[in-house]
C-alpha cells in the first residue's frame, strides 16, 4: 500500500461546507510541503502553486486547482 492509498482510506472529519477538495490531496500537499521546508499556511499555498502543473501530471489528476493558505488555515486551524 502506498501514501496516496493511505491517504485515501482516512475518514474525512471535517463538516460537508469544508469539502471543497479531497482530504487525501490536502493532506498530501502539506506532507511533501512540510517535508520541503514550508510551514506556515502561505509559504504551503506558495508550494502548491508552483507545483500545481508537475503534481496534476504525476498524479493523474484533472485539472482542478488546489487549496489556498485561506482554506487550509479556516479548515485546519485548531486555534
Known sequence: MN????LAQLPDFRAARGRRY?????LLLV??????GCFSYCA???F??????????ELELSPL???TEFY???NYDEN
Open 65 to 67: 486547482s488546489f487549496p
Open 72 to 74: 487550509i488555515s479556516a
Open 48 to 57: 502548491a502553486r508552483r507545483h500545481h502543473q508537475a503534481l496534476n501530471q
Open 3 to 6: 501514501l496516496l492509498q493511505i
Open 22 to 26: 479531497p482530504l487525501w490531496l490536502v
Open 31 to 36: 506532507i511533501m510541503g512540510t517535508m520541503s
Open 44 to 46: 504551503l499555498e506558495n
